[in-house]
């Protein structure tokens, strides 16, 4: 059973505009969220994180928002560049139930910006 | 201060036989955390390692195994390998509880 879900495998913008990309979580025991980007034969590249203490935490044009009642995260991306074309992983885990090194991943949302 | 670096980057074996992974972590991160990355399954959790001592492990049979040394290099080994075991396979090294950061992988065919 998939405990972090992105349910758009796929996802296009117009250069300039927002991107946003949704991930949803079904354990309530998870307290720290991340989001990754991935080139293809690459590792993926940390982008930003959030504490579930927090709703909203900002990074230049990234920003992640958290919904805990709803148990949904997204991450804002504006304004979009062709150069954020990538795949999007969102991660969680449990920090004070001692899985730290745990990072549960989504399955990817890939960006497209177009020109 | 360089990034996490994995070895080989590349691997092409033979079912049956056996493989061994090396990752460096960051300098001064005592975690590091091994995935499996795949089409069908995304990233998957294999196991971390703390202090040279293995502290989370994910759902993955016996024949995955890791271990870590006194300098937090961590090496990870896939025993009888199977067809199925052809992945992409990622280290992360973290300082704390916070943010992982990710090696380039190990591509590992399995033929």
């Known amino acids: 059973d998939q405990q972090v879900k992105q349910n758009s495998p796929s996802l296009s913008v117009q250069e300039g505009r927002i991107s946003i990309l949704n991930c949803d979580y079904t354990?309530?025991?998870?307290?720290?969220f991340l989001w990754y980007k991935k080139y293809p034969a690459e590792g993926p590249t940390f982008l930003i994180s959030?504490?579930?203490?927090?709703d909203k935490n900002e990074d230049g044009r990234f920003t992640v928002f958290l919904n805990k009642s709803a148990k949904h995260l997204s991450l804002h991306i504006v304004p979009s560049q062709p150069g954020d074309s990538a795949v999007y992983f969102c991660a969680a885990s449990a920090v004070y139930g001692g899985s730290q090194g745990n990072l549960i991943f989504g399955k990817g949302t890939k960006l497209s910006v177009k020109p | 201060k360089a990034g996490v670096t994995q070895t080989p980057r590349y691997l092409i074996k033979t079912r049956g036989q056996q493989v061994t992974l090396s990752c460096s972590p960051i300098s001064g991160h005592r975690s590091v955390s091994w995935y499996q990355q795949t089409p069908g399954q995304g990233l998957q959790f294999l196991f971390e390692?703390?202090?040279?001592?293995?502290?989370n492990k994910g759902n993955f049979p016996g024949r995955f195994s890791g271990r870590q040394f006194s300098n937090s290099r961590s090496e990870m080994n896939v025993s009888t390998l199977e067809l199925g075991d052809s992945a992409l396979y990622l280290c992360a090294s973290s300082l704390a509880q916070n943010e992982q950061f990710f090696g380039p992988g190990t591509r590992l065919t399995v033929l």
């Open positions: 390692y703390f202090s040279e001592t293995q502290r």
């Open positions: 354990n309530s025991m998870f307290d720290y």
């Open positions: 959030i504490s579930s203490i927090k």
